[in-house]
Each structure stands twice: as structure tokens, then as C-alpha cells.
């Protein structure tokens, strides 16, 4: 493979990779660019960092300016806390995708990126429809009156002291056809981010289906609903995910119910 195309990742694991091939970016804005394959449908994201401060952003472009999808994340350790994403495309739409740095120079990321095959990405589609279905937690997120950082609805989910990682998945599919615009902020005590996930995407046709380690106990999730009460509406669902072996742990679901 050249530079500019993406790697298999290593591993048998159900949704992501335990090893995947990562590059490390530079702070200051630094941009790395990975064109989709003809006919991809899904791709895989890791962000994370030696233990500095994680500043970065993924978008989906199709064409030379429309944005389909945007995760800026921004958090206090990517060595603690990174992210795992996976986005999907609409077919036929040719998609690029871009990862930037947000932060300072002193602030490096590692970056890894991974294309499934068509098969895989069958796997990783059902494994996201059962994870969404069969979530222990699920609630309906609506929107607010106005467009600004603290509209919307919020909807606080506080994570059991034995689940290590928490998978979230959010989607429109059932409550509308509009896209989704939502902050997800990952805290530590009382109101202490440590993390913050700014995500823009197709809620109907690209739902997002990502892993948030929360190592310890009190660690509470939260997410805002950032559009308008017309066409805001979408469902976040939760549950556990095991770090070890890359699945869902339905053993530590009835714990989650107090969520």
C-alpha cells in the first residue's frame, strides 16, 4: 500500500481492531487526507496520545467543500480517554476523509484509519443495528428552540464503577430522517470534563458507532442536543464494551440499568 491508502487492520475482533496501524501528526493543524476505495461504505477511526491533551478532528468530504461528517474531539488525556469511531458513507458518493489537529505544536496525535472489506463491513453494520437495538440504555434526544451550545435536550448517563469502556451509538433511524448534531461530554466527579466529542452527521443514513474508555469508577456521560426541536430528534443508545476482546459484554448489562 502507498501512504495515501489505508492499512489492514490486525485482529479477530468483532467491531474494532485491537492493533491497527497508527501514524503520528503533528499539532498545529496538521492534516492528513485518506481517499475511500470505490464502493466503501464504512470506515474506522483511532485517536489517541502519550498522555497529552487530545485535540483533533475527523470530517467526511464529498466533493471539494460538503461536509457529511464531523467529530471534533477534544480531551484532557488520549492516553486515558481515546476515541474509537466508525462512520458510515452513502453509497455511490466517492467520500474523503480528513483528520486535523486542533491543538497547540506540542500537542501530537496518533491517527489510525482502516477500510473494511464489503464483508467486514456487513459484520460491522449488524454488529451496530443488534448494539442499537439491544442496548441496555437507550433515550430519545430532541432539540431546542435555538441553535447554540446549550440547546436541546441533555441526557446524563452515569457508568457503573466495573464497565471499563462504554459504546454509544447515535442514531436517527427511528424517531426521523434529519441529521444529528450533538456534544457528548465525558465527566469525572462533579462536572469535571475530561472529555468532549462534537459530532455532525447524517443521523438516518450515518449513524456513529463509537468506544469511550472510562477506566474507574465515576465516570458520568453526557450528551446535548444541539439543533432545533423541528428536526433534532434522535436516540442515543449505551452499553458496556469489553476492551480485551473487542464485543459487547451483555454479562455486565443488568448493572447498566441504573443508568
Given at each position: 500500500?502507498?501512504?495515501?491508502?489505508?492499512?489492514?487492520?490486525?485482529?479477530?475482533?468483532?467491531?474494532?481492531?485491537?492493533?491497527?496501524?497508527?501514524?503520528?501528526?503533528?499539532?498545529?493543524?496538521?492534516?492528513?487526507?485518506?481517499?475511500?476505495?470505490?464502493?466503501?461504505?464504512?470506515?474506522?477511526?483511532?485517536?489517541?496520545?502519550?498522555?497529552?491533551?487530545?485535540?483533533?478532528?475527523?470530517?467526511?468530504?464529498?466533493?471539494?467543500?460538503?461536509?457529511?461528517?464531523?467529530?471534533?474531539?477534544?480531551?484532557?488525556?488520549?492516553?486515558?480517554?481515546?476515541?474509537?469511531?466508525?462512520?458510515?458513507?452513502?453509497?455511490?458518493?466517492?467520500?474523503?476523509?480528513?483528520?486535523?489537529?486542533?491543538?497547540?505544536?506540542?500537542?501530537?496525535?496518533?491517527?489510525?484509519?482502516?477500510?473494511?472489506?464489503?464483508?467486514?463491513?456487513?459484520?460491522?453494520?449488524?454488529?451496530?443495528?443488534?448494539?442499537?437495538?439491544?442496548?441496555?440504555?437507550?433515550?430519545?434526544?430532541?432539540?431546542?428552540?435555538?441553535?447554540?451550545?446549550?440547546v436541546g435536550s441533555v441526557r446524563s448517563f452515569e457508568v457503573p464503577a466495573d464497565v471499563d469502556a462504554v459504546q454509544l451509538v447515535t442514531w436517527s433511524r427511528d424517531v426521523g430522517k434529519k441529521s444529528l448534531k450533538a456534544r457528548v461530554e465525558v465527566l469525572k466527579g462533579p462536572n469535571s470534563q475530561r472529555q468532549t466529542i462534537y459530532l455532525q452527521c447524517g443521523g438516518s443514513t450515518q449513524p456513529w458507532h463509537g468506544v469511550i474508555e472510562t477506566p474507574g469508577a465515576g465516570w458520568i456521560i453526557r450528551v446535548r442536543n444541539l439543533k432545533y426541536i423541528e428536526d433534532g430528534h434522535f436516540e442515543v443508545a449505551m452499553s458496556p464494551y469489553d476492551l480485551s476482546k473487542g464485543a459487547s459484554t451483555p454479562q455486565l448489562a443488568p448493572a447498566t440499568q441504573m443508568w
Open positions: 500500500a502507498t501512504p495515501d491508502e489505508p492499512q489492514a487492520p490486525a485482529g479477530p475482533e468483532p467491531l474494532f481492531p485491537l492493533v491497527m496501524p497508527m501514524e503520528t501528526l503533528q499539532g498545529g493543524k496538521t492534516v492528513r487526507t485518506y481517499k475511500m476505495p470505490p464502493g466503501t461504505l464504512r470506515a474506522q477511526y483511532m485517536l489517541r496520545t502519550n498522555g497529552r491533551p487530545l485535540k483533533a478532528k475527523v470530517e467526511v468530504f464529498i466533493g471539494p467543500a460538503r461536509t457529511t461528517h464531523t467529530c471534533n474531539v477534544d480531551s484532557m488525556n488520549g492516553k486515558e480517554s481515546p476515541v474509537r469511531g466508525t462512520i458510515q458513507f452513502k453509497a455511490n458518493t466517492d467520500p474523503m476523509l480528513r483528520i486535523t489537529t486542533t491543538g497547540q505544536d506540542t500537542f501530537p496525535v496518533e491517527v489510525g484509519m482502516t477500510v473494511p472489506s464489503p464483508t467486514r463491513s456487513e459484520e460491522i453494520a449488524a454488529i451496530t443495528t443488534q448494539t442499537f437495538d439491544s442496548a441496555p440504555v437507550k433515550m430519545l434526544s430532541q432539540g431546542g428552540t435555538a441553535p447554540n451550545d446549550n
